[in-house]
């Protein structure tokens, strides 16, 4: 079962100039993903008695001394015959402290000759009704922000081998936002549409993806 989600799509996309396997070994595998992400202090997986079924797990984030906690779903994953690949999920939390109730999202991993074009889309409702919307329009830039810096953080840990831990300074330095629409330079998109919808590399909307809670 689909469910529609209303807010508008937060893209980030850079370029990792590292081999597609070792990319995808530190997005998918939950222990090393949580060590550059910033938007997840916990991820793990929930047992998955039916292998045929979508592996579900709980992602929580600590927000000063209260842990936000949520589930997501992953919803298959492609490869195209040009050895492009992409990763779908779901996931929603009860909690009534988290701003998003459910959302979705994807991972796209585009081979390159200079490397792997590496970018995610993803959007989300609101709880709150019309307080929750109000305070989505600083939430949502801040998560821009905070995508962006994860994702330059990655990218330094691959082609410079600096482990994530010791790379907020610089990450940060390179995820400036300016107004809603822009981040520069390394994570070098951070918008609310894909800036390319005829690439073939950013779907136009992500609504096929099912909300896992």
Avoid: C, K
């Avoid at 549409?193 to 005829?198: A, I, K, V």
């Amino acid at each position: 079962m689909g469910r529609q989600i209303h807010g508008e799509q937060i893209y980030v996309e850079t370029l990792v100039r590292a081999p597609m396997e070792r990319l995808w070994e530190l997005t998918q595998d939950p222990a090393q993903h949580t060590r550059w992400d910033l938007r997840f202090t916990e991820i793990s997986y929930l047992p998955r008695p039916d292998p045929q079924q979508p592996q579900e797990f709980r992602y929580a984030i600590r927000l000063g001394p209260f842990s936000v906690a949520g589930v997501g779903r992953t919803l298959g994953e492609t490869e195209r015959p040009d050895g492009t690949r992409t990763s779908a999920l779901g996931f929603g939390s009860r909690n009534p402290l988290s701003p998003i109730r459910i959302g979705r999202g994807y991972w796209r991993y585009v081979p390159t000759d200079d490397g792997v074009r590496f970018l995610t889309g993803f959007d989300y409702d609101t709880r709150w009704g019309p307080v929750g919307r109000l305070v989505d329009r600083a939430f949502r830039p801040a998560m821009g922000w905070a995508t962006a810096f994860s994702f330059d953080r990655l990218r330094l840990w691959l082609e410079e081998g600096t482990p994530p831990e010791r790379n907020g300074i610089r990450a940060a330095a390179r995820a400036y936002v300016f107004g809603s629409n822009r981040v520069v330079p390394h994570a070098r998109r951070a918008l609310r549409t894909p800036p390319d919808r005829t690439s073939g590399t950013a779907p136009r909307t992500i609504e096929h993806v099912e909300v896992a809670v």
